[in-house]
Every structure is written in C-alpha cells, then in structure tokens.
C-alpha cells in the first residue's frame, strides 16, 4: 500500500515541509521533481499547487493532501466533483505564523468605497474567483469579479476598483494604501482525504496516524519543558507559579524532603518566569525543548 499525498507547492511548501519534520517525517525537495521524496515506505509524494489540490484529490489522483479551507470552497463552488472530499485534520498554520488566514475585500485608503455596497457594477480583482462571487451574490451587490494573476494588492485603483486577498498581518495591504473594509471568510489548512482512499483500511489508519502526529507537532509550536527540583517546604509557592497545560508531575526523589516536578508551559514565559521560580526555591531548572504533545 502507498498512500499518494499532495505537498503544497508555493507559499505554504516550506511550513508544510518544517511541520512535517517536527512530525518525524523528513521531506526531500528537489528543485528539478515535482515527485519529493519522503523517508516513510508507505507515503508517496507530489508537488501540487494549492490551489488545485482538491481537485486532484476529489478526481482520485491523490489519495489526500494539504491545502486551505479557501480552495477547498473555491473547488466546492466549481464544477467539479463534490461530495467525495473529507477533512482528516483542521491544522493551524500558515506561511509566517501559526494562525490562520484572512480573505479580506480591500479598496484604497482614499476612495469613496467604503463597503460592499459602494461596488455596485464595479470590478474586483482576486485569486479567489468563485468565493468572492458568492460572497457578493449574498450581499445583493451585483460586480465584475476578474481572476488576477497575482501582486493584486498593486491593482487598485487603475485596474480594479477592489480587491479580495488573503493577508496574515494586513502589512502588505497597509503598505499599498489599501483599507480592509470586511472579511469575506477564514481559512487555514486541512489534510483532506478521497472518501474512496478513506474506505481503504490501510490507508485511512495511515491518514489517522500522519494527523496525530501532525496535529502534536502544532500543539508542540512555542511550547517548551521545565523541570526542576524543590524542596517540600517551597513545593507550593513554586507549583503557584507554573501554568501547566493540564498539571504539572511530581514525582519524589531518593532524599524525601525533596520533589522532581516537570511541565509544558509556553516559550515567551520562561524569561520571566525562572528568576521567579528560582527565587521561591527551585533548584536544578532545565528547560528542553519539545517537538510534539499529544494530547
């Protein structure tokens, strides 16, 4: 059995491939393949835009693969097959952050275009074709909605009067003069699956497996372990300091006025927080870092 997973060409390939690592698979690009090669027998890999990826996946060339809940929908909204798609796993990540993505309609800082309202039988510019004509056939708007190529924040005003965009941080449309005037819908990505691939019992378990493991290695992301060594007297002052993501262990040590206690508390804490546990009477603090928690 070989499971064919798409990998996201272009702007999510890098944190797809990181993620993938931190999972316990490494991913091996070549600039001259769109056939990566991956050290696990049982998964076979390809390259595939975004962007198309559930297409390929509901027509059965790909058993699963990883692409936004964005394209996803545009693929949904289109003519082509629907119904055979199922999400194994909602994974939060994306090219800069671990957050999710934006699709946002933006028209220039100074125009009179204030709302969707304010495009009546104007153009759009974006990549997301169909979803942002449905968006303006719900608001009643009717509007010219073009497919652009990219660099669509450059567009406004002379070769569209708005524009629909994915943004993480809204730099980029800040630094075109560009003002957000409402989300059109969120989006980050999915590992999507062919029913027909899910009903082979193989590899829906290998699906299962690649999802747990991909899943612990986000919830691992900006987290770190401490442990420590304190005395029973101090054990409570210290315990008050420590924010567990369940609790922390204590476990007792061979000299009995002492407790070993070990815990998974977020990264941008630490700084502040082993003076303060030094402090109330930890000893022996070392902080590991931690590829995967599965909860």
């Known amino acids: 059995m070989k499971l064919k997973l798409g990998i996201p060409k272009g702007s999510l390939q890098d944190s797809t491939v990181q993620l993938f690592a931190r999972a316990g698979f490494n991913i091996y690009i070549s600039s001259r393949s769109y056939f990566p090669t991956i050290d696990?027998?049982?998964?076979e890999c390809m390259l595939i835009r975004a962007q198309e990826m559930a297409r390929y996946v509901s027509d059965g060339v790909l058993d699963a693969g990883l692409t936004g809940q964005d394209w996803i929908a545009e693929h949904e909204l289109g003519d082509g097959k629907t119904g055979v798609l199922e999400s194994v796993a909602d994974l939060i990540y994306a090219k800069q952050s671990?957050?999710?993505?934006?699709w946002v309609l933006a028209?220039?800082?100074?125009?009179?275009i204030k709302s969707a309202k304010d495009l009546q039988g104007k153009t759009i510019a974006t990549e997301l074709v169909r979803v942002t004509g449905e968006y303006f056939k719900k608001q009643g708007v009717k509007v010219n909605v073009e497919f652009s190529w990219g660099a669509t924040e450059v567009k406004p005003p002379v070769l569209a009067d708005a524009i629909v965009e994915a943004t993480e941080t809204g730099s980029t449309l800040r630094a075109n003069r560009l003002a957000i005037l409402d989300t059109i819908m969120e989006s980050n990505t999915q590992l999507i699956a062919n029913k027909t691939a899910l009903a082979d019992t193989g590899k829906r378990t290998k699906l299962e497996n690649i999802a747990l493991l991909?899943?612990?290695?986000?919830?691992?992301?900006?987290?770190?372990?401490?442990?420590?060594?304190?005395?029973?007297q101090d054990r409570v002052a210290v315990l008050n300091l420590l924010p567990a993501l369940q609790r922390p262990t204590i476990s007792p040590l061979s000299d009995t006025d002492w407790v070993?206690?070990?815990?998974?508390i977020e990264e941008k804490t630490v700084r502040d927080l082993i003076p303060k546990l030094k402090a109330a009477g930890a000893q022996g603090i070392v902080e590991y870092p931690l590829?995967?928690?599965?909860l």
Do not use: C
């Not at 028209?107 to 009179?112: F, K, M, N, R």
């Not at 991909?214 to 029973?232: D, F, S, W």
């Not at 070993?260 to 998974?264: G, K, L």
């Open 291 to 294: 590829n995967k928690i599965v």
């Open 107 to 112: 028209a220039p800082e100074d125009s009179a």
């Open 214 to 232: 991909l899943r612990a290695a986000i919830e691992a992301q900006g987290r770190v372990g401490l442990m420590l060594n304190v005395k029973q």
């Open 260 to 264: 070993a206690v070990n815990t998974i």
């Open 98 to 102: 671990f957050g999710k993505v934006r």
């Open 40 to 43: 696990d027998p049982e998964i």
